[in-house]
C-alpha cells in the first residue's frame, strides 16, 4: 500500500540556519514525489517536484529536495531559512498506476526564530 | 485565469443539515479531487474524478457524494451533516497526467458542524 511518512511532526529552527525535513514513502513502483508548503489558511503551494533524471531537484523559494531510492526517501532542505518560511509542509506521493491518486504525509510545521 | 475556486470559505451547519461546496477550475484539468484536512492528519481523499461523468471514491468517502457533469466543476454533497465532518475541504485538480502532475489547489472551505 502506498503511505508518505514525515517522521517530525514540529521543527523550529532559527533564522538563517539550515534546514531539512523528511520524508519517506512506500510504493511499489516508481514514485512521484512532491513537497507542497501551506501557509495558514490558504490552501497547498508546489514547492518543488520529483519525476526522473537528477535526483536533487530545485524548487522555488531556495528549497531543494534529494531523492534516494534506496532510502525511500525525499527530505526538504534549505540552506538558509527565512522568517517567511514558517508555515506547515506536506511531502505527497503521485501515483499514477493506482487510480491517479496523491497520498499525502501528516505535515510538519515550521516555526521559525528570529 | 483564477485557477481553482471553492465557496463557500466558511459554513456552519447544524447536524442532520445538508450541503453543497462548490468547486470550478479554470484550467480545463481532467482531474479533480476533494480532501479532507483535519489538525494532525495531513490530507486524506474523498472522491476523485478523471473526467466528466466519472468519479471514484478515496480514501475516506463515507457521508459524502459528488459529481461531475462538465469538466470545469465538481462539487461535493454532504447530505446529513456529522459533528466528525468538521473539517477544512480543500479542492484541487491536476491535467492529464493525473498522479504524475502537479496538483492545483483551491483556498479550502472551512465547515463547522455543530
Known amino acids: 500500500a502506498q503511505s508518505v511518512t514525515q517522521p517530525d511532526i514540529h521543527i523550529t529552527v532559527s533564522e538563517g540556519a539550515s534546514l531539512e525535513l523528511r520524508c519517506n514513502y512506500s510504493y511499489g513502483a516508481t514514485p512521484y514525489l512532491f513537497w507542497y508548503v501551506q501557509s495558514p489558511g490558504q490552501g497547498l503551494q508546489l514547492l518543488l517536484k520529483y519525476f526522473s533524471g537528477d535526483t536533487l531537484v530545485q524548487g522555488i523559494k531556495g528549497f531543494e529536495a534529494e531523492f534516494k531510492r534506496s532510502q525511500s526517501s525525499f527530505n526538504l532542505r534549505k540552506p538558509s531559512v527565512h522568517w517567511s518560511d514558517a508555515a506547515e509542509y506536506f511531502c505527497a506521493v503521485g501515483a499514477p498506476l493506482t487510480g491517479n491518486q496523491f497520498y499525502f504525509g501528516t505535515g510538519t510545521s515550521l516555526t521559525v526564530i528570529p | 485565469n483564477a485557477g481553482v475556486t471553492q465557496t463557500p470559505k466558511f459554513r456552519i451547519l447544524k447536524i442532520g443539515q445538508s450541503m453543497t461546496l462548490q468547486c470550478t477550475q479554470d484550467?480545463?484539468?481532467?482531474?479533480m479531487y476533494w480532501y479532507r484536512q483535519d489538525p494532525g492528519m495531513g490530507l486524506k481523499l474523498i472522491y476523485y474524478s478523471v473526467g466528466a461523468g466519472i468519479t471514484d471514491k478515496g480514501e475516506v468517502p463515507n457521508g459524502y457524494n459528488v459529481s461531475r457533469s462538465t469538466t470545469e466543476d465538481f462539487p461535493l454533497r454532504l447530505e446529513l451533516a456529522a459533528p466528525s465532518q468538521t473539517s477544512v475541504y480543500f479542492c484541487?485538480?491536476?491535467?492529464?497526467?493525473?498522479?504524475?502532475?502537479?496538483?492545483?489547489f483551491g483556498p479550502g472551505t472551512r465547515l463547522l458542524v455543530l
Open positions: 484541487a485538480s491536476t491535467g492529464t497526467g493525473g498522479g504524475g502532475e502537479t496538483q492545483y
Open positions: 484550467m480545463n484539468h481532467n482531474y
